[in-house]
């Protein structure tokens, strides 16, 4: 099989890459430069260097050729603008999700010879096909389990995906990776958003939004607690990096026009939890929305994790009410919503998503 493979000098699609030669396949590495190096080199040295020198040397030991795909332009337009429209509005973007949809599988996809019959990735995700139909179902590994990102793909570009390591856990990748002595075998994995490398989420927002002055608000007394630099800094749900005293505080709501940010004291405060909220945008894999079979045990996930929460969904045109069969923490607007059903053979099945509104 003729397979484009996506490489980004970390342990899981370098040891993708060995697994598939391995196996026989007729194989291009492919490198995708989507950082953002010229407008952040100021703030910190952009990995993308080191990335690719890890990818060079795997390729070299495996003899597999490699090519560097520059898609910063792709990514600006299809990803990053996303991002700083969805954060100006006051809600959670999601762009790994959007990544996925637009470049992995779309921008890119469209780059390369038609003759590649698949492009593979790191990702812990299965794919399966039964009667013509693609199926996306979890890792085993639910903990690393990356299914949430890419509950956006459409039936064709999940009929393209390859994931050759999602039969495994991360703990198997790691431990063969090392007795295969793939030079990434011990690298550290990287965290955050995949396009600003080590530069922190919230300078890239500052950078594109600035700091606008505005209150912290008790929600239940009105009283002002401190300030804040600006609403797009902060989701609802969050805890960490409020810098306040007499905690714990939790984000549960934010005023965009007044730039206020409303918050709640205690451990799982009522304010924090909600069993009942809406989506819009449903999108399904096989487009016959499935999940709305009455017998269908559904499930929900609200943020990537293993965390799944049973529900109902009542379906009207491309728009949802999510029931949940117990409250949850930090439902964020733009967030996704991603849905799930059990398989006999163990596991879920990812059956598509919705923007949380």
């Not at 509005?89 to 780059?111: E, M, Q, S, V, Y």
């Not at 300078?203 to 239940?220: A, I, N, Q, T």
């Not at 630099?229 to 306040?244: A, C, D, K, M, P």
């Not at 965009?256 to 819009?280: C, H, M, R, W």
């Amino acid at each position: 099989m003729k397979i484009a493979v996506l490489t980004s000098g970390g342990v899981d699609s370098s040891f993708a890459l060995r697994l598939l030669r391995d196996q026989g396949h007729e194989l291009t590495a492919f490198y995708l430069k989507i950082w953002l190096e010229d407008e952040f080199k100021d703030l910190s040295q952009c990995p993308w260097e080191e990335d690719l020198k890890y990818v060079e040397s795997l390729c070299d030991k495996l003899q597999i050729s490699l090519e560097v795909v520059p898609m910063q332009q792709k990514y600006w337009e299809l990803v990053i603008e996303y991002v700083v429209r969805e954060s100006r509005a006051g809600r959670t973007p999601n762009p790994d999700i959007f990544c996925n949809h637009f470049i992995k599988f779309g921008a890119f996809l469209d780059t390369i010879d038609p003759s590649y019959e698949k492009v593979a990735t790191g990702h812990y995700a299965r794919v399966i096909e039964k009667e013509g139909v693609f199926h996306l179902l979890t890792s085993p590994d639910l903990v690393k389990d990356q299914t949430y990102f890419l509950s956006h793909l459409t039936q064709e570009q999940l009929s393209k995906a390859l994931f050759p390591i999602g039969h495994l856990s991360k703990s198997e990748v790691r431990r063969l990776s090392e007795q295969y002595q793939i030079p990434s075998a011990h690298r550290k994995d990287s965290q955050g958003i995949c396009f600003l490398g080590k530069v922190p989420y919230r300078e890239f927002l500052r950078r594109h939004l600035g700091d606008k002055k505005g209150d912290f608000v008790e929600l239940s007394s009105g009283r002002i607690l401190g300030q804040h630099e600006g609403f797009w800094f902060y989701t609802i749900g969050q805890r960490s990096g409020l810098g306040l005293s007499g905690g714990p505080w939790f984000v549960v709501q934010k005023d965009v026009e007044k730039n206020i940010i409303y918050l709640a004291n205690g451990y799982q405060p009522e304010d924090v939890l909600s069993d009942e909220f809406q989506i819009t945008g449903l999108h399904s894999f096989a487009n016959d929305l499935r999940f709305k079979v009455n017998d269908l045990d559904l499930y929900v996930k609200i943020r990537h994790g293993a965390a799944m929460h049973p529900c109902t969904l009542e379906i009207h045109d491309d728009r949802g009410i999510v029931h949940l069969s117990e409250k949850a923490h930090g439902i964020a607007p733009g967030q996704f919503a991603v849905f799930y059903s059990a398989v006999e053979s163990g596991g879920f099945e990812c059956l598509g998503c919705g923007m949380i509104s």
